[in-house]
């Protein structure tokens, strides 16, 4: 029996990839910025609409740097989420920064805005929520507190690619926004990443910060590292780009055959679609709660039948081992984020799932409940 993962990435045809990148063996220019990186950065401003996308080697180090750009001074406090992958909480602390643990909603899993303010200190200088499997965070709602406190609001917005909110793309809220660009994500560029922003000085920093803090040949004006996206990566992007449409109609199909064997049934919850959100259908989270066999048993039945799924996110960043020393640690700080990590399983979802695969796994779900 063949074996379905939990995604597999999108890639354009050979012949366009091949293609795309013949001119590279012209020029022999790889990295630093070449003509790939500049068509993609531009292709990227256009489709989402934002003034300024600097583009990187990886999500994470994406993070780091646009943390890092703002220059919050160290110790400093940042209000976050749990329910998000390591590299959010790790972008923080690599900064000098301490993570405070915000709870988040049970019906979208993104941070809960009305329990911010409680959070907040004389210490605190930041904001960085997280669009959790594609659902826009209370953009509003985070705004205003924002405003009202003095605070700088960074978006990762690893899930959330293409994403729209009253017709305004996801990479416009906040004063910036990360997006990760790895071959698991609806668009990808192999590895890569993004900051999104309006301010013309952070995006100068951003550039500097990401090429060893080099302002000129003769002069190094920042501590910098290397995280540049190279040619090839790009190059991926741009063939991508072209097909982004495609893969979210598609991922959509799927997402919707889900539903149609899912929806309703005891025991088994789906996220509602979100009001005035365009989605992206970047992820299948399920929750299980009184089903007739839990999140375990589940990802245990799918496991032998050759269908890998996701504990997606368990366990959550407050409960690593490595944080167990900062203050506001610990799961039961966070009771519904906690209570969602135990009982999530992210099913198997890419635009070319076969809908008769889709057919199998829910019934290798349903039978479970049995």
């Known amino acids: 029996m063949e074996q379905i993962l939990v995604t597999r990435s999108s890639m354009p045809s050979f012949e366009e990839y091949c293609e795309e990148i013949k001119k590279l063996w012209d020029s022999h220019w790889l990295t630093n910025m070449g003509v790939e990186h500049q068509a993609l950065q531009r292709q990227l401003e256009e489709k989402l609409g934002c ?15 646009v943390i890092a750009a703002m220059e919050f001074p160290k ?14 909480t790790h972008a923080i602390v690599r900064n000098g920064l301490t ?20 959070l907040i200190t004389e210490k605190t200088v930041a904001i960085v929520p997280v669009h959790v499997y594609g659902n826009l965070c209370d953009v509003e709602a985070i705004d205003a507190i924002a405003k009202k406190h003095g605070l700088k609001v960074i978006y990762d ?17 906040g004063d910036a926004a990360m997006f990760s660009f790895h071959a698991t994500k609806v ?19 951003l550039n500097k910060l990401k ?10 004006v920042y501590v910098g590292g290397n995280a540049k996206m190279n040619e090839f990566q790009a190059a991926m992007g741009v063939c991508n780009l072209r097909h982004l449409d495609e893969e979210i109609a598609k991922r959509k199909a799927v997402v919707e055959r889900y539903r149609s064997h899912l929806d309703g049934v005891k025991g088994i919850r789906l996220c509602a679609p979100q009001q005035d959100v365009e989605p992206n259908y970047a992820y299948l989270p399920v929750v299980f709660d009184g089903f007739g066999a839990d999140r375990n048993e589940v990802f245990a039945a799918l496991k032998e039948q050759n269908v890998t ?28 984020a906690a209570y969602l990590a135990d009982r999530v399983l992210t099913l198997p979802l890419y635009a070319d799932l076969a809908l008769a695969d889709v057919d199998r796994i829910c019934d290798i779900i349903l039978n479970c409940g049995k």
């Open 187 to 205: 668009f990808n560029t192999i590895e890569g990443g993004a900051v999104c922003c309006r301010d013309d000085a952070l995006v100068d920093t």
């Open 157 to 173: 917005a690893a899930h959330a690619f293409a994403v729209q909110y009253k017709g305004v793309s996801s990479a416009c809220f």
């Open 99 to 118: 993570p405070v643990f915000c709870d988040v909603r049970e019906d979208d899993y993104t941070m809960n805005a009305d329990l911010i303010e409680p």
């Open 309 to 336: 799924a996701r504990k997606y996110f368990y366990p959550i960043t407050n409960s690593f081992e490595c944080y167990a020393a900062l203050p506001t640690a610990g799961a039961e700080k966070t009771p519904v």
């Open 211 to 220: 090429n060893f803090g080099i302002s000129g040949p003769e002069n190094v």
């Open 51 to 65: 003034p300024h996308v600097t583009l990187y080697t990886n999500g994470h180090l994406a993070l780091e740097n």
């Open 75 to 88: 110790g400093g406090e940042v209000i976050t989420t749990p329910f998000t992958f390591a590299s959010t």
